[in-house]
């Protein structure tokens, strides 16, 4: 089973629904906002994998697509000293991802919940929210709700929201 089967699984399982779309792969979000469906309705998020420089925390931060990742705002924001990008070597070996196709979704993968799941608050600004099935090559759009009340617990997760 593919890791984007396993997210449809998981997803299936919830009392949600969701809109699937494959699609050629994208590696920007620059790329993902011209994709059809992403209305203006819909934020698709920028999603970054940090962590400190001990590398003993973690963090997925989802920021709306035009805001500017400056690390020193977002470790403040955090009260974090030092925040970086974690290595690439991370990415699998914690979220069974890859570069470009970093999500939310992969948080499943984190049975002990080491990764702290932060978001701009702004990302909420829409009716529905986009992400990656942890595949830069297909997009699941769902409702605010269903993200934040539904899916994010079954993730075993509390987000931090942050007024960047």
């Keep these: ?9 998981f997803l299936d399982a919830l009392p949600i629904e969701y809109e699937y779309y494959t ?16 209305t203006g309705d ?7 994998f940090l962590c400190n420089r001990q590398q003993t925390q973690y963090y997925l931060l989802l920021l709306k697509p035009d805001t500017i990742f400056r690390t020193s705002v977002v470790s403040k ?3 974090s000293s030092r925040l970086s990008f974690a290595p690439e070597d991370s990415l699998p070996q914690l979220l069974h991802l890859t570069s470009g196709s970093v999500s939310p979704f992969g948080l499943l993968y984190d049975r002990e919940h080491k990764i702290i799941l932060a978001a701009e608050e702004a990302v909420k600004h829409t009716d529905r929210i986009a992400f990656h099935p942890c595949d830069n090559s297909a997009t699941i759009i769902l409702t605010q709700e269903a993200f934040w009340n539904v899916v994010v617990p079954a993730l075993g997760t509390e987000p931090v929201f942050l007024a960047l």
């Design 1 to 9: 089973m593919t890791i984007q089967q396993e997210i449809l699984q």
């Design 23 to 38: 699609h050629h792969p994208t590696h920007t979000i620059e790329a993902c906002l011209e994709m059809p469906f992403i």
């Design 42 to 48: 819909v934020t698709i998020c920028k999603n970054i």
């Design 77 to 79: 924001a955090l009260g």
